[in-house]
């Protein structure tokens, strides 16, 4: 990889983690997904599969788009 190159993800990574940490420092949940399951930390630092009540309403529409394309198929 480039100099520029690598300059240029550093950067990216860094802003990355400070977002991260910003976020938990208002109190809001950061979301990972590996595998196609997702993952929050919540900001006591805890990981879990269960769904914050903030993010419920996200998870309803993204379900129900699911099954609204499944159906077409």
Same mark, same amino acid.
């Given at each position: 990889?480039?100099?520029? =190159?690598?300059?240029?993800?550093?950067?990216?990574?860094?802003?990355?983690?400070?977002?991260?940490?910003?976020?938990?420092?208002?109190?809001?949940?950061?979301?990972?997904?590996?595998?196609?399951?997702?993952?929050?930390?919540?900001?006591?630092?805890?990981?879990?599969?269960?769904?914050?009540?903030?993010?419920?309403?996200?998870?309803?529409?993204?379900? =129900?788009?699911?099954?609204?394309?499944?159906?077409?198929?």
């Amino acid at each position: 990889m480039s100099e520029i =190159a690598n300059k240029i993800l550093k950067v990216g990574k860094k802003s990355v983690r400070d977002a991260q940490k910003e976020s938990l420092k208002k109190g809001i949940a950061n979301v990972y997904s590996k595998n196609k399951q997702l993952y929050f930390q919540l900001p006591d630092g805890t990981i879990t599969q269960s769904v914050p009540k903030e993010y419920r309403w996200a998870i309803e529409i993204v379900d =129900a788009d699911t099954v609204s394309e499944r159906s077409r198929k």
